[in-house]
């Protein structure tokens, strides 16, 4: 079965120090790949995605994340990190040649100290 | 515009009463999704629709859980016959079309809980 897995369920950093979250996926195929972000009190809202092409991507906030194919992976990084980054950050993946649901992580719960 | 929204905000049931949660996508959005959270977890899928149809319903987890969606638009899950498993944060997700290149976009949930 696909699964998507996130390493580090608890991450906590102060503020500047720059930020790596890892999520790799099981399925073989062509992916769509998100990453969505929960701040406290909010909806969940997309950070950034990729579908095809340049395999940096750039989202809102300074985040990217880099698709590396042959290892299945989609980290999330950051290079300096701000108290408003404390979040609840999900990995999400779904297969391009259907019409199927998105796969989630488990989520990694950021916290960033003042 | 208006995004995703959905009623109640929390609901807290008796086991064994049925509840009904309600979404309103965002418009024209034909693509509809269900999902669960639960405690430290990640979002399980339940059901996706696109316009009324429900081409995959692989993700409800019994028979007591069913969806529909109505006029293209509002939809509502329900759960029959409640168990405290099934307390959990119930979201909802729309998209322009369809799953496999559209963002999704998420409203608050409905927080249930299950006595």
Do not use: M
């Amino acid at each position: 079965a696909q699964s998507v897995s996130q390493h580090n369920h608890h991450v906590i950093l102060s503020e500047a120090a720059s930020l790596e979250l890892g999520c790799n996926y099981s399925y073989g195929g062509t992916v769509n790949l998100f990453w969505y972000v929960q701040y406290p009190g909010q909806h969940l809202q997309l950070l950034l995605k990729y579908f095809s092409g340049d395999p940096l991507v750039k989202g809102i906030k300074g985040f990217e994340a880099e698709f590396i194919k042959s290892k299945f992976s989609f980290n999330l990084r950051k290079p300096s990190v701000q108290w408003s980054d404390t979040a609840e950050y999900f990995c999400a993946v779904n297969k391009r040649d259907s019409n199927y649901q998105l796969i989630w992580g488990a989520g990694t719960k950021l916290i960033i100290k003042p | 515009g208006a995004g995703v929204s959905q009623s109640p905000s929390n609901k807290v049931t008796e086991k064994g009463k049925d509840v009904e949660l309600r979404c309103d996508p965002i418009s024209g959005h034909t693509a509809l999704y269900w999902y669960r959270q639960s405690l430290g977890q990640g979002l399980e899928f339940l059901i996706y629709f696109q316009g009324n149809s429900a081409p995959d319903k692989s993700g409800l987890p019994s028979d007591r859980f069913s969806a529909e969606r109505t006029g293209g638009s509002v939809s509502t899950l329900t759960i029959q016959r409640t168990q405290q498993e099934d307390s959990a944060v119930y979201l909802c997700a729309s998209s322009l079309s369809g799953p496999s290149t559209d963002t999704q976009y998420f409203g608050p949930g409905t927080r249930l809980t299950v006595l």
